[in-house]
């Protein structure tokens, strides 16, 4: 395999790096301490030099204004927009939309492309995506209590459901909802489309995540569904295949995740490296004379070198060989990543004293929305269980233990 990055790759990762450095860095202090509708439209502005730039949407197909770039290169761009929170809204690539965007491109149909679809691949809309319940382990989702009936045209939708990111001000969500309760368990939900300004559609708050609710693009609501109605022409894909369309939308979507940990990662090294290298703890003596630190700023480095190289990896067998074949290795970046990010943030904020548990950096911001990354898309645990069932399927077959 060849990792080898075109010029015009190179190109276009030397002008994004150069943005978030010049553009969207100076913004991270409002990022974190201004409400999502006060810096909007600083970023509706940086958003036009981007287009202008011709770097929008770099996941998506060309025949929809995207860059259409391979999933190996779209990596490489999550890498470097990471570095900064707002980069990948910037950049119009942005979950949960970029995922919404996905699906609806593969499975909408000409009026649900038209409506829900062009305005949000230009970024006049936002959207959400709407599974995970209180009531029930989002870890199992095919235990879900949402329903979806059928009355007349419409399906009426009713339900709780929560951590529906960015619910706040999209224009719609895609909910997951029991279609078909007499089916086989895998095969009982379905995608529809709601439109948040359907009566019944009720969104309760936005979670307080680690003391933070945030507002806007930058949250995660909880919502109500009672008696939501919309048309039955909604349905996203067909009925009762909402799992597996989610499924496709998660595979590739964690090399997105990934990849953008390995970017946050790399921040963080770097703020660790140049506070080590000033600050001083004795006459003439800095933090990076300390063996300790040392330690830290190469295992943090051999970490991420190991991380970043399986997702490359990872991503190059979805490309070469499909992503059924690739799902082992999609197991293993999603929970290793996010547990070198986790390991390498958290040296940050250490090698910071007290200033890194402030908000007087980005460091605390990656911490307090990065320690969900073992959570959302697959807990840890259920990765884990499903590597190592592979493995000692395979083991005991070949060794004849089973
Ligand atoms: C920041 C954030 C953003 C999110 N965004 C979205 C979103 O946009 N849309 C959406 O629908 N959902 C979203 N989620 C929800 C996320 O997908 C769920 O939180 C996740 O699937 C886990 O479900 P749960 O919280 O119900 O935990 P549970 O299923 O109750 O699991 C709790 C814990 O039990 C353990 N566990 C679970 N299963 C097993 C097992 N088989 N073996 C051993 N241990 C196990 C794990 O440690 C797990 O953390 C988001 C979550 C977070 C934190």
Same mark, same amino acid.
Request: glycine residues 8%.
């Given at each position: 395999m060849d990792f080898a990055i075109s010029e015009e790759m190179q190109t276009i990762l030397e002008l994004i790096n150069e943005f978030v450095e010049k553009e969207l860095m100076p913004l991270e202090q409002d990022f974190i301490h201004r409400p999502w509708e006060e810096l909007e439209p600083v970023l509706k502005q940086k958003r036009e030099m981007v287009k202008q730039m011709e770097l929008w949407a770099p996941l998506h197909p060309k025949e929809y204004g995207g860059m259409g770039l391979g999933l190996l290169d779209y990596g490489l761009v999550c890498e470097a927009l990471a570095r900064t929170p707002t980069g990948v809204y910037t950049f119009g690539c942005q979950a949960p939309d970029a995922g919404n965007i996905e699906i609806l491109i593969k499975y909408g149909t000409p009026e649900q492309k038209e409506r829900f679809l062009a305005p949000l691949i230009v970024g006049q809309t936002r959207s959400c995506f709407s599974m995970t319940e !209180? =009531?029930?382990p989002g870890s199992n989702p095919v235990l879900m209590d949402t329903t979806a009936v059928k009355d007349g045209d419409d399906y009426v939708i009713n339900g709780h459901k929560w951590f529906t990111s960015a619910a706040d001000g999209s224009s719609f969500a895609i909910v997951m909802a029991v279609t078909n309760p007499e089916a086989a368990s895998h095969l009982q939900a379905s995608m529809i489309i709601v439109? $948040? =300004? $359907? !009566?019944?559609?009720?969104?309760v708050r936005n979670i307080p995540v680690m003391g933070h609710a945030g507002t806007g693009w930058h949250s995660h609501g909880e919502i109500l569904y009672q008696n939501c109605r919309v048309p039955q022409a909604n349905l996203l894909g067909p009925e009762g295949h909402g799992f597996v369309i989610a499924q496709e939308r998660l595979g590739p979507g964690r090399i997105h995740h990934c990849m953008r940990w390995i970017g946050e990662s790399k921040r963080a090294l770097d703020m660790m490296c140049e506070r080590a290298l000033t600050r001083q703890i004795a006459p003439g003596k800095t933090l990076a004379d300390q063996q300790i630190i040392r330690a830290w700023i190469a295992e943090s480095a051999a970490e991420m070198r190991a991380a970043r190289l399986m997702v490359l990896n990872c991503a190059w067998r979805i490309e070469t060989e499909g992503q059924k074949e690739a799902r082992q290795d999609i197991s293993l970046i999603k929970f290793y990543t996010a547990g070198v990010m986790q390991r390498i943030i958290d040296r940050a904020v250490q090698v910071h004293g007290g200033l890194g548990v402030t908000d007087d950096t980005v460091l605390s911001t990656f911490y307090r929305s990065e320690r969900s990354a073992r959570i959302y898309d697959g807990v840890d645990e259920v990765h884990k269980i499903s590597v190592s069932r592979r493995i000692l399927k395979e083991y005991a077959a070949e060794h004849r233990l089973a």
């Open positions: !209180p =009531d029930q439109p $948040t =300004d $359907t !009566p019944g559609f009720n969104l």
